[in-house]
Every structure is written in C-alpha cells, then in structure tokens.
C-alpha cells in the first residue's frame, strides 16, 4: 500500500533566481526559494533551498530541503534533506536528517525524537 501523504505532490510558491529579499518571512504553505534571502524565515510546510540559491538565515520550519547554500541555524519538526552540491554552515536541530553525497556541512546537529506521552497505568480496583 502506497503512502499517499508522502508521495503527494507539493504546490509551491517560488522565488525566482533574479530575486534578493532581506527580512523576516513567514509562510503556510510550500515555499522554494531560487534567489537570495537574508534574515530570519518561519514555516508551517516544507521549505526548499534550490540549486543556485543563497541563504543566509534562521529557519524553523516543518521540513527543510537544501540543494543550495545556506548560512544559519536550523530547526526542522520532522526533517531536514541535504542534497548532493548542497553547502550548510551552522547548526541543525531536528528528529530526521537525510545528507547526500557531496554535501559539504560544517556545524553541528542535534536529533530528538518527538515525545511520545506514555499513558499512565490504571489503578487496579480493590
């Protein structure tokens, strides 16, 4: 049985590689960025740093995607994918990391589990 949610297709929002932005974003759903970006970047869905593209930025998101250069800190909910020609300086925190040959990552990382809550025993009757 095939996992539709994973296998789904992604709608993004692109920022094309003539773009430069400098700031704070915040985005819900799928996000690639194909420029330049400078600041801090906050996501509810997967970010994609594509081929060409210069980050240099903090990031919290859900699952991040890196075919570029990124300069920052990470956080990722479910994962980070560094793939091959990939450059990361600085740190990831996250329960998943995939890293690709020829990757090039300098920093260090720190995987969590999610938390699972462990249902308290019921107490036995007298």
Wanted: glycine content about 10%; charged content about 30%; proline content about 3%.
């Amino acid at each position: 049985m095939v996992n539709r949610d994973k296998k789904r297709k992604l709608d993004f929002t692109v920022f094309q590689k003539n773009t430069n932005f400098r700031g704070s974003l915040s985005f819900k759903k799928p996000l690639r960025i194909l420029g330049k970006f400078e600041g801090d970047i906050t996501g509810e869905e997967t970010l994609e740093i594509g081929h060409g593209a210069h980050v240099e930025a903090h990031i919290e998101t859900t699952h991040l995607i890196v075919y570029g250069s990124l300069i920052g800190n990470v956080s990722a909910i479910e994962r980070v994918e560094l793939k091959k020609g990939a450059k990361l300086i600085g740190n990831i925190r996250t329960p998943n990391l995939e890293v690709d040959d020829g990757v090039i990552f300098e920093g260090q990382c720190e995987m969590e589990q999610k938390k699972l809550e462990v249902p308290e025993p019921a107490e036995k009757a007298s």
